[in-house]
């Protein structure tokens, strides 16, 4: 069975912009969680969807969006992009977004801002 | 709100050495605990996980847990570590109601031969 695959890999680009990373789960698997990791703040939780409804979310700025299409597949958006927003963003999925069920994460997007 | 403390910023150990990483949560209600790790430039994967039952847990690869509840800690610990074991742990809390991960600030586990 196919990982968490997130596309791209690495990615460059200038502050003022915006950015749209994608991530496609686990076959079978209906929840997406993105999650923001950086040097100085660790590893921050962003969204989550399931169903293709937001179910949760952290304490990001508006300027962080995301959307879950009916294939599960997952899309989360940057605007404005700051330099503070330079980071790795993984991407989870799990089952049905149940606690009990195991997250796997994707490789992740690097972004830089520069 | 929940938050996780990892006490050690990082560790190193020589090879076949025990190793133990600590960490605290607190939480106001029933969580379920989870350690990460990830190797470089890779994602996380999950090590082990407590939602319930016995306090100690064990990975497929010699890592184990103990959750207690009275000290709101869940330790990791290894007996005898290999160099492929230098890697970043983390530990990770989720409210037994919610579907959203905290995590701790990681632990560098450098391994030394």
């Known amino acids: 069975k196919a990982g968490v695959t997130q596309t791209p890999r690495y990615l460059i680009k200038t502050r003022g912009q915006q950015v749209t990373l994608s991530c496609s789960p686990i076959s079978g698997h209906r929840s997406v969680s993105w999650y923001q990791q950086t040097p100085g703040q660790g590893l921050q939780f962003l969204f989550e969807y399931f169903s293709e409804t937001q179910r949760n979310k952290g304490n990001f700025p508006g300027r962080f969006s995301g959307r879950q299409f009916s294939n599960s597949r997952s899309e989360m958006n940057v605007s404005t992009l700051e330099l503070g927003d330079s980071a790795l963003y993984l991407c989870?999925?799990?089952?049905?977004?149940?606690?009990?069920?195991?997250?796997?994460f994707g490789p992740g997007t690097r972004l830089t801002v520069t | 709100a929940q938050s996780v403390t990892q006490l050690d910023s990082q560790v190193p150990v020589f090879e076949e050495a025990p190793v133990e990483l600590r960490c605290n949560y607190s939480?106001?209600?029933?969580?379920?605990l989870f350690w990460y790790v990830q190797y470089p430039n890779q994602g996380l994967q999950l090590l082990l996980k407590?939602?319930?039952?016995?306090?100690l847990v064990e990975s497929i690869n010699g890592f184990e847990a103990e959750f207690n509840k009275s000290q709101t800690s869940f330790h990791l610990r290894k007996p005898s570590v290999h160099i492929s074991d230098t890697a970043e742990y983390f530990c990770a809390v989720e409210e037994a109601a919610g579907n959203k991960l905290t995590f701790g600030g990681g632990t560098r586990v450098l391994v030394k031969p």
């Open positions: 407590y939602l319930s039952g016995s306090t």
């Open positions: 989870a999925s799990s089952l049905a977004g149940i606690s009990s069920y195991e997250q796997y």
């Open positions: 939480s106001s209600v029933s969580v379920y």
